[in-house]
Structures are given as structure tokens and as C-alpha cells.
């Protein structure tokens, strides 16, 4: 049987882009939605759906679009290159197999594959591209810093709010929104607990240090723990200037963990101020 | 008559100014420029010339369109005169969901927040007037062959999108040669 095979391959997606652009009308244009205004009319110019999912310590958005394609013409090689990918959010691509009518494109390997006896001729355009994006690592602090006295409290601070990053997707925009949704609090010692809210410092709250607050902690033996702190976001994209869609599940990111130095403390009764009289009676 | 001193783009030059454009530039506040070539009269006098002669083109065109789609999709090579060759296959396959699915629409299709992107004129008189508008289809509606309304419930009315019209200054007239969806934030 003879089988013949155009197989075309564009390496680098500025380069394509270019091509694309200088080459006029092509595969390429409807990489970017393009539609006639009598299928804006029919509902045929709707962007491609997108989905999204966790994956790790962040979210990934795909989408698939297929549109009717036109043969390449001769020269036209990298006019089937799409440009989607590139991002500040780590956008990746890989290449995908040709399916047998289908012209797939990803962002960094474009691929044409088409069979005699009918080369190329008005192949199905397949635009696949997927875009992560990370969750932002909460910040932590706490007070007293680095240390604590066995049986005062010590308290805990995490930080965390909602965040919207961007990117585009098929050329089109894409957002993903994380919201904390709550925090754990791993004191190193073997107590451990969850709140809705990262907490505040006592000068936040109004009250004296060393107060009990949601967040705060009271060691009761000496010695050094790991502290680690939590936080969980919910998470939406949005895709195309659409609406928001939630994303099933939690995302859960750590904070660096550090180290809180308890020690003891007594309280003795001194004569005067220990510091301008350090020989006086108790000090 | 303005000094001709730009000189035909080049072809290294319109790709960089390509990959500007697709890389997300907003069309906001697109600052009109326009290339003649040195040895061509100019076919606009003045940015205001090659926009409402761009925006009066794909009227004609708009109003033919609605008129197929009225029909159903009947006779659509009457979209010919108002599109390149190009462009014409795309149109003729938008308008067979019509006809092979029985639907009419009724109603005009309506376009608004129009500005200039350039306009250019090559030395070998193709003219080529860019233009960033809103199509919006919120009064077209979907009906079947029962006359009952069929229009996609999640359709977009409003479309932000970027178009080309081109001619040969011999016939100064524009035809569509491309209409994209725009990319960037949606500005409808």
C-alpha cells in the first residue's frame, strides 16, 4: 500500500507566529477564533471550552479547539504554528501524535500529518494548550520572634490572600483566582490545629503580648520544635473573559518551616531594677 | 500632498509588528499609522478617510451577510463582492450551517467601538486598512424552519474583533480579507 506522508515540524513558536502572520490567511488565523459573523450568529464563535484541575502546588487549565482548517500551500510550513505557548506562570507544551484527518498543534511542536490520496486537503485543525499556574506560599511570622517561655503563649501569624494570576491559553486569556479557605498550624510539639483566618499580632488585636489568641500557641516544655503553617485555597479559573468556574478540590501550600526556641522562665522578687543595680538582693 | 518618506514594509519589519499585535497589545488606544510607498499616491488623505472608508466596506459587507442569513443561507456567493478570494471560502462555509440546518435569522447584526489600527499601502497597490471593532448580534435571533427561536442560549452577542480590508488602489475597493476573534482583554 502506498502510503504517503507530509510530515511538517516547526520548532519555536515566535518563528511560526511570524510566518504566520507574513503568510496571510492560513491555519494559523484560526488559531485566534476567527469566525464570520454569520457564525457569531449561530453560536459558532463561542471560544473553545477549557477545564482545569490541581496538580501539585498549583492548577493546570487545558484547552482543545478544533476548527476547519485549509491546506497548506507550499512554503506554508510554519504558518501552522500556533504561538500560545510562553508565560511568566511556567506555561508548558508538549507535542502530540497526529491523528489520522486532524491537524494538531501544540505550543511547542506543531506536527502535520496527512495521508494520501488526499493530502492535507481542509484537514480539522486541533489547538491544544495547557497553562499552569502556582498557589502562592503563605508567609509566617510570630511573636515573640523565633522564641517562646514555657506556659506563655506564643502566637502565630500566617499570611495569605486571595490571588489572581493570568496567561492566555489558544491566544485567549485565561485566569486562575486562589482564595484561602483555611490554615493549619503544626506547633512541633505535637499540638496541632486549624483555623479559618491566619490570626494577627496582639498589637493588631488591641491586647497585651503574650495573650491567648485563635492562633496562638503555649509550650510546655523547653527545647526547640519545627513550626510548620498551612494554608488551603479553594480555586476558579476563568477562561476567555467567561465566567468564573470553581475548580474541584483543595489546594494545601506550606510555608518554609522554622524553628521556635522555648525556654524557661521564673519569676523571682528583686530589691530594684536588676539592670541598674545587678548585685541587689534577687538578681 | 503629505512627503511619501516610509518605504514599503518589510517583510522582517510587518513580522515584528505581527508578533506585536498577537502579543497583546491593547487596542484601547491604538495609535493609527499608515504606510505609502514611496512611489505610490496615497489612497487616503488622512487616517479619517481609511477608517470610514474601511468602516462604509464592511457595512456592505454586514448588510449583505444579514441578508443571506435571512434567506437561509440561500445564494451565498452574493457575499463574493464584499470579501477577497481568500477570504470567500470561510464565508461560504459560515453561512452552510444555514442551509444545511434549515435556520434563518432575523434581525441586523450591528458594530460599534471602531478605531483604526493602520492603514498600508504597498508598492504593488495592495491597500490593507486594519480596524479593531465590537460585532454585536443581540438583536439577530436563530429561528427554524418552523419559525421557532433556536438562538444559542450561551452565543456571545458581543464579540471584540480585529479585521482586514484590502483592495488594489486601482479599484479602491475595500474587501474583507480577514475577521479574528481579539485575543487580548475584551474591550466590547
Not at chain 1, 488559531?31 to 471550552?49: H, K, N, R, W
Not at chain 1, 506555561?91 to 486532524?102: E, H, I, L, V, Y
Not at chain 2, 470567500?88 to 452552510?96: I, K, S, V, W
Amino acid at each position: 500500500m502506498v502510503r504517503q506522508q507530509f510530515l511538517l515540524v516547526t520548532v519555536g513558536s515566535v518563528v511560526g507566529l511570524v510566518a504566520a502572520v507574513v503568510a496571510g490567511p492560513s491555519i494559523a488565523i484560526a488559531a485566534g477564533g476567527g469566525c464570520t459573523v454569520a457564525e457569531q450568529i449561530v453560536g459558532q464563535c463561542d471560544p473553545p471550552q477549557a477545564h482545569g484541575s490541581i496538580d501539585g502546588g498549583g492548577v493546570n487549565i487545558g484547552a482543545t479547539q478544533e476548527v476547519p482548517g485549509s491546506a497548506p500551500r507550499s512554503g506554508d510550513d510554519a504558518a501552522a504554528s500556533d504561538s500560545s505557548s510562553g508565560d511568566s506562570n511556567g506555561t508548558t507544551g508538549s507535542s502530540s501524535f497526529p491523528d489520522a484527518g486532524f491537524v494538531n498543534i501544540a505550543p511547542l511542536w506543531n506536527v502535520i500529518t496527512c495521508q494520501a490520496p488526499d493530502p492535507c486537503a481542509n484537514p480539522t485543525v486541533r489547538l491544544s494548550d495547557l497553562i499552569n499556574f502556582r498557589a502562592p506560599v503563605p508567609t509566617t511570622s510570630m511573636e515573640p520572634n523565633g522564641w517562646a517561655v514555657v506556659g506563655l503563649d506564643a502566637n502565630f501569624v500566617a499570611g495569605a490572600a486571595v490571588d489572581v494570576q493570568s496567561g492566555t491559553l489558544l491566544r485567549l486569556p485565561a485566569q486562575v483566582r486562589f482564595t484561602p479557605a483555611g490554615f493549619s498550624w503544626d506547633y512541633g510539639d505535637g499540638a496541632k490545629r486549624t483555623s479559618a483566618d491566619g490570626g494577627a499580632s496582639w498589637a493588631k488585636r488591641g491586647i497585651p503580648e503574650f495573650s491567648p489568641t485563635p492562633t496562638s500557641h503555649a509550650y510546655l516544655r523547653t527545647g526547640s520544635f519545627t513550626v510548620q503553617i498551612g494554608v488551603s485555597y479553594t480555586a476558579e479559573y476563568r477562561f476567555a473573559n467567561q465566567n468564573w468556574q470553581q475548580i474541584p478540590g483543595i489546594l494545601n501550600m506550606q510555608a518554609p518551616q522554622f524553628a521556635v526556641v522555648v525556654g524557661d522562665a521564673k519569676t523571682v522578687l528583686v530589691g530594684r531594677d536588676c539592670v541598674a543595680n545587678p548585685r541587689g538582693p534577687g538578681c | 500632498m503629505p512627503m511619501l518618506t516610509h518605504r514599503l514594509l518589510a517583510a522582517g519589519s510587518a513580522s515584528l509588528l505581527a508578533v506585536g499585535i498577537l502579543a497583546g497589545c491593547a487596542p484601547a488606544a491604538p495609535t493609527p499609522t499608515h504606510t505609502p510607498a514611496a512611489t505610490q499616491s496615497p489612497m487616503f488623505a488622512s487616517d479619517a478617510d481609511a477608517l470610514k472608508a474601511a468602516t462604509d466596506a464592511y457595512a456592505a459587507y454586514l448588510k449583505m451577510s444579514d441578508t443571506i442569513a435571512h434567506d437561509g443561507g440561500k445564494d451565498p456567493e452574493r457575499i463574493k463582492p464584499f470579501v477577497t478570494g481568500a477570504q470567500l471560502a470561510q464565508q461560504l462555509r459560515g453561512f452552510e450551517v444555514f442551509s444545511k440546518d434549515g435556520l434563518r435569522s432575523s434581525g441586523d447584526t450591528r458594530f460599534d467601538t471602531v478605531s483604526l489600527q493602520r492603514w498600508t499601502q504597498r508598492g504593488d497597490g495592495l491597500v490593507e486598512v486594519d480596524l479593531y471593532m465590537c460585532t454585536d448580534v443581540s438583536d439577530v435571533r436563530v429561528l427554524n424552519s418552523t419559525g421557532t427561536d433556536v438562538t444559542p442560549g450561551t452565543r456571545i452577542d458581543r464579540l471584540p474583533i480585529q479585521i482586514a480590508l484590502q483592495s488594489q488602489t486601482t479599484s479602491g475597493r475595500l474587501l474583507l480579507a480577514r475577521s479574528d476573534s481579539w485575543s487580548g482583554n475584551n474591550f466590547c
